[in-house]
């Protein structure tokens, strides 16, 4: 199955482009744990009541 781009940016300056890629990298793994925390106290509130 082909990849289809959806979004695109680009740097002229390569330490600009991987500070971008950087950043990207860290939300979204910020993002993933903030949806764990907040689905294990949902969890744990369910369980506790």
Do not use: C, H, T
Request: proline share 2%.
């Amino acid at each position: 199955m082909p990849w289809e781009i959806v979004y695109y940016e680009s740097f002229f300056s390569l330490v600009d482009a991987k500070k971008r890629e950087k950043s990207l990298k860290y939300f979204g793994k910020a993002y993933s744990g903030l949806k764990l925390r907040i689905e294990n106290s949902l969890n744990k509130k369910e369980g506790a009541g």
